[in-house]
């Protein structure tokens, strides 16, 4: 089975931490992504990668950096995190992009800036 | 770009019978694909269904079905037979030539005993 795991369920951090979220998998999937998820507004594409070192914006990624130093990780970072981020993140990782593929999601993050 | 509606925010269904959730799709392009993801509470996001817009025969897996209109840009969740586990929020997510995931503000079902 595909695991894709995040390293924390959940966070707390003041306005102005630069936070770190963290997603890995063992599939080695060539594919990950961030997604920030809000009621009513379902998932919104933050960040993908397609491969090591390769990164591509998403819909939303003002605020946001990523990191994919490593194929099976990848971090999502919040410079300077304001009480906007507060949210449901959620990573997930496919083996390809089109639409045969399907994305592997981990658990979420609920981050809390205060 | 293309935009995904869930008109239904919250649904409920009684056990063992069968509940329709709704979704419907804009856009100019003519191949894509669309999905009906499941988020069970407190648990991750697993891929239900898959739909193929050239393929015009809807797509089934055991007790969930597609009722895919294309003209009408209209892709319909039907779950029979609804079960406890059922319970959860379904996102609709429309994936076109950019291949990436656009999602509906999904639709939380409740499941009654």
């Known amino acids: 089975d595909v695991k894709v795991t995040q390293s924390s369920r959940y966070l707390v951090k003041r306005t102005g931490e630069k936070v770190f979220l963290e997603c890995v998998q063992d599939m080695d999937h060539e594919n990950m992504f961030w997604y920030r998820q809000d009621p009513g507004l379902g998932l919104r594409l933050i960040y993908f990668?397609?491969?090591?070192?390769?990164?591509e914006k998403g819909d939303i990624p003002e605020g946001y950096s990523v990191s994919r130093e490593k194929k099976e990780r990848f971090s999502l970072i919040l410079e300077s995190a304001s009480t906007n981020q507060t949210s449901m993140y959620l990573c997930?990782?496919?083996?390809?992009?089109?639409?045969?593929?399907?994305?592997?999601f981990g658990p979420g993050t609920r981050l809390t800036v205060t | 770009a293309q935009t995904v509606t869930q008109s239904q925010p919250e649904m409920s269904v009684q056990e063992a019978e069968t509940v329709t959730l709704s979704c419907t799709y804009d856009t100019s392009e003519s191949d894509y694909y669309l999905f009906w993801y499941k988020q069970p509470p407190s648990r991750q996001m697993i891929l239900v269904i898959r739909q193929e817009a050239y393929k015009q025969q809807n797509a089934t897996e055991n007790r969930f079905s597609v009722n895919f209109q294309k003209a009408a840009k209209s892709f319909s969740l039907k779950i029979s037979d609804s079960q406890l586990g059922d319970a959860a929020m379904y996102f609709c997510?429309?994936?076109?030539?950019?291949?990436?995931?656009?999602f509906g503000g999904g639709t939380r079902l409740m499941v009654k005993p």
């Open positions: 990668s397609y491969d090591v070192k390769m990164k």
């Open positions: 997510a429309y994936m076109g030539a950019g291949n990436m995931l656009t």
């Open positions: 997930a990782s496919s083996l390809g992009l089109a639409g045969a593929y399907e994305q592997y």
